[in-house]
Nanobody, 117 residues
């Protein structure tokens, strides 16, 4: 079992920054990768960032590339999503997810990010 708890969401203005956190507990040794998704009202849940757990490679969707950065702090068992230059279209519920060997995905409860213009 893996438990994920997100935090750090809130209401900000366009151009501001936020850092989301995803605290991990459980079978961290079996993690294959960590991901951040977001879901806006009436839209599908989209992958926006991925961190390969063993190699450290990262992926960022075109919509957030250059503005958002996924990272980890092993000492705190936490994965972060640093979000800079926020735009109103970044408004969504943000979820972290862990892909556990061999292929089971665990989700956090989500955290709301609202960006006003």
């Amino acid at each position: 079992q893996v438990r994920l708890v997100e935090s750090g969401g809130g209401l900000v203005q366009a151009g501001d920054s936020l850092r989301l956190s995803c605290a991990l507990s459980g079978q961290a040794s079996r993690i294959r990768n960590m991901e951040w998704f977001r879901q806006a009202p009436g839209k599908e849940r989209d992958l926006i960032a991925r961190l390969d757990w063993s190699g450290g490679d990262t992926y960022h969707a075109d919509s957030v590339k250059g503005r958002f950065t996924i990272s980890r702090d092993d000492a705190k068992s936490t994965v972060y999503l640093q979000m800079n230059s926020l735009k109103p279209e970044d408004t969504a519920v943000y979820y972290c997810a862990a892909l556990i060997f061999p292929a089971r995905k665990y989700w956090g409860q989500g955290t709301q990010v609202t960006v006003s213009s």
